[in-house]
């Protein structure tokens, strides 16, 4: 019933730039907060960039002022513009839905499936 898509992944040199998205169906999605993660062969998953259903961004350090999160409610999607690409920038790219607890309601989650990011010339 719930599903997040991403697309967008690729081969890209480094300074080049992506374009991800992530299609979601099955949940109210302007009520989600909407986050970007990655991980890296070996290493832990790191959140990469966050949306709150407001419209409110946060990013990590090392990819602040390179990549932009937004979204289109219109079109159950968020994005995330990913330019100044660099080699540590490779990863699985994954998109996260999220509604924190409340009162009442245990914390909800989705994921998808990923997109593979390759920066390398």
């Known amino acids: 019933q719930v599903q997040l898509v991403e697309s967008g992944g690729g081969l890209v040199q480094p300074g080049g730039s992506l374009r991800l998205s992530c299609a979601a169906s099955?949940?109210?999605?302007?009520?989600?907060?909407m986050d970007w993660y990655r991980q890296a062969p070996g290493k832990q998953r790191e959140l990469v960039a966050a949306i709150t259903n407001g419209g409110s961004t946060n990013y990590a350090d090392s990819v602040k002022g390179r990549f932009t999160i937004s979204r289109d409610n219109g079109k159950n999607t968020v994005y995330l513009q990913m330019n100044s690409l660099k080699p540590e920038d490779t990863a699985v790219y994954y998109c996260n839905a999220v509604l924190p607890e409340l009162l009442g309601r245990p914390r909800i989650d989705y994921w998808g499936q990923g997109t593979q990011v390759t920066v390398s010339s």
């Open positions: 099955g949940i109210v999605f302007s009520i989600y907060a």
